[in-house]
C-alpha cells in the first residue's frame, strides 16, 4: 500500500494530503493533526516517518484503560510523538519523556515545548542511577543499544532508575509506563526490577530479543512474580496489574 493510501485510510482526504506533499518534498516541520492541539516535526529520514506512522497513524499506544492515567514515564521517547499523543489523549496526566540521543533530544523538545504536562528528561533507563554509553549500529536514531560506562567516560550519558524518576516527581506508584529501549530492557527487569515494578499499574513495553538476547525472557521471568495480565498490541506487550 503507498503512503499516500495509507495517510488516506487513516486520516481522510485532506488531512492526508497536505501531510502526504510536506513529507515527499522534505518540508516535514510543522505537520499538523486533528486530534493533535499543536503542530509537530520530523526529521527527512525514514525512521521519524516510520515512528510517525506507527504512533499516530496506526496509533499502537491508544490503549482501552479502565481509568484515567495520571502519571506516565515514556522511556525511549525518541522525538515525542508518544508523549503528544498521551498529552492529547489524557490531558490530566503529567508525563516524563525520557531520551538519551541528543539529536532526537533536540527535536523532541522542540515538540512538546507547547505541552505544560510533558516533562523532558535527556537520559536513558536503567536498573538503577549510572551512566551509558550509545553504541551506534549504523541503523539512525531509532535503534541504538547503551552499554554501562564510568562517570568519566568522554561519551557518557546520564541514566536513571525507575525509583529515581518516581522522587524527582513525588509520585508512589507510576500509571503508566511505556518502555521502548531497544534491549536496555533485559538490565532494567533482570535487576533491582522490586523497587518498582509492583508499583506500576499499565506497563506498555517493546522487546527487542534481536538487538540483546534474552530480553523478552528476563521482562516474562521478572513479570511472572507478580500478578500481570497480558495482551498485544501491535509490536507491544501490555501488561496489567492486578494488584491495582
Known sequence: MSRFSVLHRQLGFIEALSIYRKVKFQNSQGLRLSNL???????SNPYDY??????????????????EPKNIIDAGANIGLTALFF???????????????????KLLSQNISAYKNIVPLKGGL????????????????????VEEVGADHHRAISAYGLPTIMKLQAWEHIDLLKIDIEGSEKNLFENNFADWLPKVRVLIIELHDRMVPGSSKAVFSAINN??????????????VNNDF
Open 37 to 43: 492541539r499543536e503542530p509537530f516535526s520530523l526529521r
Open 50 to 67: 516510520a515512528t510517525f506512522e506507527e504512533v499516530l497513524l496506526r496509533r499502537e499506544y491508544d490503549i482501552e484503560l479502565s481509568f
Open 87 to 105: 498529552a492529547n489523549k489524557y490531558p490530566g496526566a503529567v508525563i516524563v519523556s525520557l531520551e538519551p540521543d541528543d539529536d532526537n533530544f
Open 126 to 145: 536503567w536498573s538503577k542511577d549510572a551512566f551509558l554509553e550509545i553504541v551506534d549500529e549504523g541503523v539512525g536514531n531509532n535503534a541504538f543499544r
Open 226 to 239: 507478580y500478578d500481570f495480565s497480558v495482551d498485544i498490541r501491535g509490536e507491544n506487550f501490555v501488561f
